[in-house]
């Protein structure tokens, strides 16, 4: 399950992609750059949310072994 840095991180991802496009349409190169920013944000985000989810699980199977 997605937790909310992964889901924010997807959602900043498409956000930046919609005004790439926007820039690229309108011949805005601050609105192209943004939104560039805004998917690499996005990217790294939802990277974090990836590893904190995994990390998460790796511990709830410890805490699982250290029971037995």
């Known amino acids: 399950m ?3 840095d992964e889901m924010r991180g997807q959602w900043e991802q498409v956000k930046g992609q919609a005004k790439q496009t ?3 349409m309108t ?3 601050r609105l192209r750059d943004e939104g560039a920013g805004d998917e690499a944000v996005g990217t790294v ?4 949310g990836k590893a904190r989810r995994k ?4 511990i709830e199977d410890i805490g699982e072994q ?3």
């Open 2 to 4: 997605r937790n909310k």
């Open 22 to 24: 926007a820039g690229r």
């Open 27 to 29: 011949n805005d190169e």
């Open 45 to 48: 985000r939802e990277g974090l």
């Open 55 to 58: 990390v998460g699980g790796a």
């Open 66 to 68: 250290l029971k037995d």
